[in-house]
């Protein structure tokens, strides 16, 4: 089983950070293999261009996208499993995750008659959020994100779609360091069962 984990976080000094550390060793100890795109790290331009726009916009495969993208997609290809770890951020994820998709899931690629992309046998979500459950189903919130994450992004592009919060992460509250132990063993579970099934 091959995971490709596309993580964005700003810090290394996060919980979120523990939870790709986790997940990684639950991978890890069932005999999985993954890759990961540390999207800060990697530098990764999350702005579309204008070039891009105009060929994704106008439905062209002309001109190819760019270098960075390409070897996105290739991870992709490579995959059988795609996770995403990232903190929630005014109810989406990190701008640089969005532009990941802007860019990512170009036409020819992941839209359009001649689309190429691979359908996963799964896309998996290991999300952080500092609001606590209830305030995020409060409004639909949370709701919300998965329609955009799973029946948008991921709609007929992968096989099984999982969407795991880790609420209550903020440091406003003691429920961030109570929890803490519970919602790594979570992730390193989300972690083995990929790939111990
Ligand atoms: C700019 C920003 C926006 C945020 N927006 C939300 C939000 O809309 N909903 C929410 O539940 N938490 C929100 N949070 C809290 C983050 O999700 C929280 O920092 C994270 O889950 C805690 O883990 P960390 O230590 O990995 O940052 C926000 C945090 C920041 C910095």
């Known amino acids: 089983m091959k995971v490709f984990i596309v993580y964005c976080h700003p810090s290394e000094d996060s919980f979120t950070r523990e939870i790709l550390r986790s997940f990684t060793k639950g991978i890890e100890d069932s005999g999985g293999e993954y890759v990961i795109s540390d999207l800060y790290k990697m530098g990764f331009d999350p702005v579309m261009s204008e070039k891009q726009y105009l060929r994704d916009a106008f439905y062209k495969t002309e001109p190819e996208v760019e ?3 390409i070897a996105e997609q290739q991870k992709i290809e490579d995959c ?7 903190p929630v951020f005014w109810t989406e994820a990190p701008a640089m995750l969005v532009g990941w998709f802007d860019r990512v899931w170009s036409y020819g690629y992941a839209y359009g008659e ?6 996963v046998d799964k896309a998996l979500f290991l999300v952080s959020a500092g ?23 991921f709609n007929g592009r992968a096989k099984e ?9 903020s ?5 961030r360091q ?11 579970e989300a972690g083995r069962d990929l790939c111990s099934n």
């Open 67 to 69: 270098p960075d993208i």
């Open 80 to 86: 059988d499993v795609i996770a995403f770890v990232y």
């Open 114 to 119: 001649t689309k190429s992309m691979k359908v």
């Open 131 to 153: 609001n606590p459950i209830e305030r995020l189903e409060e409004f639909g919130l949370l709701d919300a994100m998965k329609k955009v994450m799973l029946g948008d992004r």
């Open 161 to 169: 779609k999982e969407f795991i919060v880790f609420d209550s992460t």
């Open 171 to 175: 440091r406003e509250t003691g429920l």
């Open 178 to 188: 109570i929890e803490w132990d519970a919602k790594l063993k979570k992730a390193y």
